[in-house]
C-alpha cells in the first residue's frame, strides 16, 4: 500500500513538472511570436498579457512609457464610479451643458447627438458616451467634476498603480502635440490596472457591472484586439488613438482590455504602439494579431 503511494506521489510529480515545462515552452513561444509580430509595424510596440487565474505575466517592453490618449478615460471612468460608491456623486445627477461648452474640431458622439446645443444630461449618459464611444467633450466634463485629470492620478496611485501619470484633459492635448506624452502608462500597469477591476476590489458590484457593459459595448477600434478572434468572442475593451503629426508619426494606437475565453476564464491584454510611421490599418492589424496569438496560444494550453 505504501509503495503504491509512492508510485501515485511520484506520477503526479512528474505530470506537474511536465506541465510546468509545456507552460513555459508555451509562454516563450508566444514572447516569441510577440516580438516578431511587433517587428511588421515601424514604431515601439509595448504589450502585457496577464493570465488573472495563474498570476502569470508575458510583456514586450512592459515597463516602458507609452502615451496612452483616450485608454486614460478607462481609469476616469474608474475614479467617477468610486466617487458614486462613495455617495460624492450620483449616475442619476443631471450636468447641464451650455452650447458654449462644446468644443469643435474634436471626437464627441455625443455633441453630434445633440447638435450641439444646451441640453440636461445624466452623469450615467456622459460617462456611457465616454468610456463606450470615447467622446472627448465628455471625457473634459469628467474631468471637471472629480476636480482634474491629477485628482484621478492620484486616486489611481492610491490603488497601488504606480507607473501611470495623468496630467493633461482632452483639449489640453488637442492644443499641443507633446502634451499628450504627460499622459503616459506601461503595458504591466495598465494590466494590474484592468486585474484590480475584474477582481471587483474597487468598485462594488453594481459599478463594476456598469463599467464592464460600457466597455463590452466600446465601438472604436473593431479591428484592433477583436479584429482576428472568432467571431462573436467578448471583449471588454478601451481603445486610444493620436493624431498623425506633419512628420507622418502617430503617437498612439492602442488597444487594452479583458479577453472572455469560451472556457470561462479570461485573459488581459495590453498593446499599446508608439511613435509610428506605419499606416492605420498595418498599426491596427499588428494589434490584432498579437490578440489573435494570444488566443491560439491560450487554446494550445
Known amino acids: ?40 509595424v515601424d514604431g515601439m510596440v509595448g504589450v ?4 488573472p487565474e495563474r498570476n502569470g505575466t508575458i510583456s514586450l517592453h512592459g ?13 476616469l471612468a474608474i475614479k467617477i464610479l468610486h466617487d458614486v460608491d462613495n455617495g460624492q456623486l450620483s449616475l442619476d445627477r443631471i450636468i447641464h451643458i451650455d452650447k458654449m461648452d462644446w468644443v469643435d474640431g474634436t471626437w464627441s458622439p455625443m ?23 470615447s467622446d472627448n467633450n465628455g471625457c473634459d466634463i469628467l ?30 492635448m488637442a492644443a499641443k502635440w507633446d502634451v499628450q506624452y504627460e499622459n503616459w502608462c ?28 460600457f466597455l463590452k459595448a466600446t465601438s472604436t477600434g473593431p479591428h484592433r484586439i477583436k479584429g482576428l ?17 506633419e512628420k507622418g508619426i502617430t503617437a498612439a494606437t492602442n488597444d487594452v482590455g479583458i479577453i472572455f475565453l469560451p472556457d470561462g476564464r479570461q485573459l488581459v491584454l495590453v498593446v499599446y504602439i508608439r511613435d509610428s510611421s506605419a499606416d492605420e490599418k498595418t498599426r491596427e492589424r499588428v494589434i490584432a494579431r498579437i490578440a489573435s496569438a494570444v488566443w491560439a496560444s491560450h487554446n494550445s494550453e
Not at 48 to 51: E, F, G, H, P, W
Request: charged share 20%; net charge positive; no cysteine.
Open 143 to 172: 474631468f471637471r467634476l472629480v476636480g482634474g485629470p491629477r485628482k484621478v492620478n492620484e486616486y489611481i496611485h492610491q490603488l497601488g498603480i504606480k507607473d501611470i501619470a495623468i496630467g493633461a484633459t482632452e483639449a489640453e
Open 48 to 51: 502585457s498579457v496577464l493570465y
Open 111 to 133: 455633441r453630434d447627438r445633440y447638435n450641439g446645443g444646451t441640453v440636461d444630461i445624466t452623469l450615467r449618459e456622459i460617462l456611457r458616451y465616454t468610456v463606450s464611444a
Open 229 to 245: 478572434l472568432p467571431p462573436g468572442t467578448v471583449v471588454a475593451h478601451k481603445t486610444g488613438t493620436s493624431n498623425t503629426n
Open 1 to 40: 500500500m505504501l509503495l503504491h503511494g509512492k508510485v501515485l506521489f511520484a506520477a503526479f510529480l512528474f505530470s506537474t513538472l511536465l506541465n510546468v515545462r509545456n507552460a513555459r515552452a508555451q509562454h516563450t513561444s508566444l514572447r516569441d511570436s510577440i516580438r516578431i509580430i511587433a517587428n511588421e
Open 186 to 213: 506601461t503595458p504591466n500597469a495598465m494590466a494590474a490596472l484592468l486585474r484590480l477591476f475584474l477582481d471587483g476590489g474597487i468598485l462594488t458590484p453594481t459599478s463594476r457591472e456598469l463599467l464592464m457593459q
Open 63 to 75: 515597463d516602458d512609457r507609452f502615451p496612452m490618449q483616450s485608454v486614460f478615460k478607462f481609469p
